[in-house]
């Protein structure tokens, strides 16, 4: 006799143990969809990295919930008696906004450094400008002062000009735990371009400079600088 269901979906013929291994590990590429035939939005997964991780966690809650299908509607049953699929988003939830949260903290805290690294090298170059180059020393840190002296600084100060500055453009920045360093132009009045490269570490939880690279530009690299 055969048995005859009716109201109820039909199960999928593809194995939901591969779909979920393959959601599980290749997911943000979209491969689980591009094996139970839905191409077109396994592209679009693949284009979009799983929907930047949420539309992979999405899927996967599916998949553990016994509602997820496959390109004819057919359900890929991984277990009989499947966790509540409202539970699982809660857990996946929770997930996402502890993920998110933890890099939108990081990017704000290397942005927020950025800034303040710039607006040191700024600040030396603005004290340089006004002819106080003992305030621009005390942006330096130890080991630069235990390095180089005032004299010796006053001296690197004369030979290339610096207080002759122009606001300095830094498109550049760099950093790991306590160091950090920033690129830019350096403009003189007289229009002379230099590379510069501030090299800073963190004291007392403030920034300051532990060295400064400068290389002059030479006539073609000054016309594309402008």
Known sequence: MHETRIGSD???TKSASIVLLLCIFLGNFGIHRFYVGKIAT???????????GIWYLIDLAFIISNKFTDNKG??????????????????????????YGFWISIITQAILASN????????????????????????????????????NFKEFIKRYRLENNDPTSFSEGEMTIGQGEIKGTLKLNDGTLFFIKYHLTKENKEWKIQDIELKPLGS???KNSQ
Do not use: C, H, W
């Open 10 to 12: 039909i199960d999928s």
């Open 116 to 151: 303040q690294m710039i607006e040191v090298a700024k600040n030396q170059l603005g004290a340089l400008q006004s002819g106080d180059i003992d305030k621009a020393y005390g942006y330096t840190s130890e080991n630069f002062r235990y390095n180089t002296t005032p004299e």
């Open 74 to 99: 057919n359900i890929i049953e991984l277990a009989k008696n499947p966790p509540r699929f409202k539970k699982i988003m809660t857990v996946f939830g929770v997930m996402i906004i502890v993920f």
């Open 220 to 222: 073609e690299e000054q």
């Open 42 to 52: 396994g592209i679009l997964m693949l284009f979009t990295f799983g929907g930047l």
